[in-house]
């Protein structure tokens, strides 16, 4: 499931290609009708939360956003869904975000052979629940768990059940505290509360694990149990990883020092992937985890065999021995990671 960095750029993309234009749109899967109710409107703008994403349409540009009138189509990947993106040069940073999916060019229809990839002849795939198309280029929308249009009220119900986002303004004192507040009120592991949207959108499992493990906390300890500075500590490195996977498209959590050391990872049927992985000069996902996919392997620090197990339906992936701290008394702030190892945005 794409995690909360992904949907932000999601909504850049958008922002970037479509917002302004009165655009097409249409549901060639035909289980979402609605898009005929904004076909035509204008895309004034698009808005990530947490892994939600957001995308408000007017009959006209000069219409506020906040208008009765404007409808939000409001869209959550979930495991399967993603978004395609085709046009002229320049029109959106990326080319799909989401699940595993097929870039446009690789599956064209209507093309003469040798002919060089038109968006404006690709035919959508039987699968697209939603397209978008815009005058230079299109977006297609496959396999998402929620698609839906809202109006202002639907929307904000939708925030109101979120927890702050670390790439939102919500990530300033009040979003820390927000979170700091919940962690320390709950009896539930932290491991749990982490993956809880409500106490802190866009975690998905890799942040979770990772985060863990750089703050060297046990993931089964309550989240009554911490003291204030290793949730606040939590916090900040959160924010600083996840501005870099906002930027980049990548999920990196390992220091330089760090990366070739049992560089390996217990792939999947499918395999851990990430935005990018076919371009040269990224750090290879072997290389981009502590503790992620690494269940059964050596610690890339104390070489204990790094453990798995399930908690609510999903793996809890961490370093018995790395992983210690979980009580008020715990001598913590020396051990932790943001602290300590300061996280390389330029050498990541």
Request: hydrophobic share 40%; aromatic share 8%.
């Amino acid at each position: 499931m794409p995690e909360g960095h992904t949907v932000h750029r999601l909504a850049a993309a958008f922002t970037s290609g479509l917002a302004g234009d009165r655009v097409r749109t249409s549901s060639p899967q035909g289980r979402f009708p609605e898009a005929a109710e904004i076909d035509g409107f204008v895309l004034l703008g698009a808005e990530a939360v947490g892994k939600h994403l957001f995308l408000a349409f007017a009959p006209s540009e000069d219409v506020d956003i906040d208008a009765p009138v404007v409808r939000h189509v409001h869209v959550h990947l979930g495991l399967y869904g993603s978004w395609t993106f085709a046009g002229d040069p320049g029109f959106a940073d990326v080319h799909a975000i989401g699940a595993p999916r097929v870039r446009f060019g690789e599956r064209e229809e209507g093309l003469d052979a040798g002919a060089a990839p038109d968006w404006r002849r690709l035919v959508p795939r039987p699968t697209t629940r939603l397209r978008i198309a815009g005058p230079r280029g299109l977006a297609d929308l496959t396999g998402p768990t929620a698609c839906e249009i809202l109006d202002a009220a639907g929307r904000q119900a939708i925030l109101d059940r979120l927890g702050p986002d670390p790439l939102r303004a919500d990530r300033d004192l009040a979003g820390r505290r927000r979170f700091v507040t919940a962690v320390r009120a709950s009896r539930t592991t932290i491991a749990a509360l982490l993956m809880n949207q409500r106490i802190v959108a866009g975690i998905g499992n890799i942040y979770r694990a990772e985060l863990l493990f750089r703050a060297r906390l046990d993931p089964f300890v309550p989240g009554r149990d911490l003291t204030e500075g290793m949730c606040e500590g939590m916090w900040e490195d959160l924010v600083a990883l996840m501005d870099y996977g906002a930027r980049t498209g990548r999920i990196v959590t390992t220091q330089p020092a760090h990366r070739d050391i049992e560089a390996r990872i217990v792939e999947r049927s499918r395999g851990t992937r990430q935005n990018g992985d076919e371009d040269e000069g990224v750090v290879p996902r072997e290389k981009s985890f502590y503790v992620y996919h690494r269940q059964t392997l050596p610690c890339r620090l104390c070489r204990t065999t790094v453990r798995s197990q399930q908690l609510a339906g999903r793996t809890v992936f961490w370093c018995p021995r790395c992983q210690t701290a979980r009580s008020r008394r715990a001598v913590w702030t020396r051990e932790h990671p943001a602290a300590a190892w300061a996280y390389d945005d330029a050498a990541a």
